[in-house]
């Protein structure tokens, strides 16, 4: 348990459904990240949020739309989406800490999506 | 930030200690060096990291070479429970601002600790 928690995890949806994935932290982090994993790839940074701020789009299709509303939750909405976007969805959360010199990412379990 | 290499797969025998390592020749004196494991279809787990000197915590060490250029993973009595893909990444740290970096994830050590 690391504090991050993603829902669903699971979800099966056509090409011309609209769903969302769900991501909250628990940590008080400030800075929220999605990372994409394919088959057999590396994970792939998304978006990166930091205080509800996009900071980072990592060149990913407008069928993949982003939201923070708060620094506790993060949502991916997805939208006409191909079935070569079927991967783990992964989100992050990390937060600064004064003095460290470097900030953590912890991962929530992620949501495996499958798109017909 | 820098690259990383690691071997693609090792085995180790379960209560033995595991010893993974990582070769970052070009890693800069402002990069950390993070070690993050996978387990199948699970979040990755972040499991330690050092910047100079070797780190030590309830999972793991880390030993940082003098010259940094290598690392060693160390997980001193592995179980079972510890297979899963072990990531060694180097990332710059905070540098004021909004730092909130990449972690650019490689293909990683497939660990297989065996009964």
């Known amino acids: 348990e690391t504090g991050v928690t993603q829902t669903p995890r699971h979800l099966v949806m056509g090409m011309t459904n609209k769903k969302s994935l769900k991501c909250e932290q628990h940590?008080?982090?400030?800075?929220m990240y999605w990372y994409k994993q394919s088959a057999k790839k590396p994970l792939e940074l998304m978006f990166v949020y930091n205080f509800k701020e996009q900071t980072e789009n990592n060149s990913v299709p407008s069928r993949f739309s982003p939201e923070c509303p708060n620094s506790s939750h993060l949502f991916l909405h997805l939208h006409t989406l191909q079935p070569e976007d079927s991967a783990l969805y992964l989100c992050a959360s990390s937060q600064d800490r004064t003095g460290s010199g470097t900030d953590t990412q912890y991962f929530g379990p992620g949501t495996r999506l499958t798109v017909l | 930030d820098a690259k990383t290499t690691q071997p693609p797969s090792m085995d180790c025998a379960e209560g033995r200690a595991a010893n993974l390592p990582c070769n970052h020749s070009t890693i800069s004196g402002n990069e950390y060096v993070y070690w993050y494991r996978q387990i199948h279809s699970q979040g990755p787990q972040y499991i330690i990291h050092g910047l100079k000197n070797n780190e030590t915590n309830e999972m793991a060490s880390l030993i940082i070479t003098e010259d940094r250029k290598s690392s060693t993973l160390i997980l001193p009595h592995a179980t079972l429970r510890d297979t899963a893909v072990y990531y060694c990444i180097v990332r710059v740290g905070f540098s004021g601002g909004t730092s909130y970096g990449k972690l650019t994830f490689g293909q990683g050590t497939i660990l297989t600790v065996h009964p």
């Open positions: 940590l008080g982090h400030n800075a």
